[in-house]
């Protein structure tokens, strides 16, 4: 994948407001009230989007066009888990499990189980994901009280809303558009039905 190929498909891209409500103030109020434990989540899930991104290749590693562009998101969503780990450092948090939200097992139940919609669910919902952490990191690099660490947000915006992006194009490129598109509407609703209640712990995606 190369930036020029990226960039001849931006024009095809659903704008990144796919999202169909907004993330709520009191989300924002409770991030910012407990940042420490927004880190350590923040930690675990570059790793997660990591290893979503490999359990991908290895699922469908005949698709040679999926494998090249997730092989470059599982390389920068590793830079970003050591990036954030360097921040748990600074700030002097230990690594340590977290309950994981419902967030994510909600939305992997949407995913159908027959090929190729797996394979089209798969992709759309990594998709919503990334849409919605690149509006959540804005959220934090807009409130956050702590000057370097709004900025080290605010610099791996660009890598979100390009990690939803590259799903999106994947799905245009393997299924005709209105099956994209059709689903992507359908599964942005229950995202967003999903974070209609605020999780009581802090998370990146509660």
Same mark, same amino acid.
């Given at each position: 994948?190369?930036?020029?190929? %990226?960039? &001849?498909? $931006?024009?095809?891209?659903?704008? #990144?407001?796919? %999202? ?11 991030? /910012?009230?407990?940042?420490?434990? /927004? ?11 990591? *290893? ?5 290749? !290895?699922?469908? +590693? ?9 092989? =470059? #998101? =599982?390389?920068?969503? $590793? ?25 994510? =097992?909600?939305?992997?139940?949407? #995913? ?6 797996? !394979?089209?669910?798969? $992709? ?6 990334? @849409? ?8 934090? =690099? ?9 900025? !080290? ?7 979100? @809303?390009?990690?939803? *992006? ?9 299924? @005709?558009?209105?099956?994209?598109? *059709?689903? %992507?509407?359908?599964?942005? /609703?229950?995202? &967003?039905? #999903? ?6 712990? +802090?998370?990146?995606?509660?």
């Amino acid at each position: 994948m190369t930036q020029d190929w %990226l960039d &001849s498909n $931006l024009s095809k891209l659903p704008r #990144i407001n796919i %999202l169909k409500q907004p993330t709520r103030g009191d989300w924002v109020e409770q991030a /910012i009230g407990n940042l420490d434990v /927004i880190l350590l989540d923040h930690s675990h899930c570059e790793r997660k989007a990591a *290893g979503v991104a490999l359990n991908l290749m !290895f699922r469908y +590693p005949s698709n040679t066009k999926m494998v090249r562009m997730l092989t =470059a #998101i =599982a390389k920068e969503e $590793l830079d970003h888990f050591e990036l954030v780990n360097q921040w748990l450092e600074k700030r002097e948090i230990p690594l340590r499990q977290l309950a994981a939200p419902p967030y994510g =097992a909600s939305l992997n139940k949407q #995913i159908r189980k027959d090929e190729p919609w797996r !394979f089209l669910d798969s $992709l759309l919902v990594c998709g919503l994901i990334e @849409a919605r952490s690149h509006e959540r990191l804005g959220l934090l =690099a807009t409130h956050c009280p702590d000057p370097e660490l709004a900025k !080290f947000y605010h610099s791996l915006m660009a890598s979100e @809303a390009r990690h939803y *992006g590259i799903y999106w194009t994947l799905a245009d490129t393997y299924f @005709a558009r209105y099956e994209v598109n *059709g689903r %992507l509407e359908e599964l942005a /609703i229950i995202e &967003s039905e #999903i974070l209609s209640t605020l999780h009581p712990e +802090p998370r990146i995606h509660s």
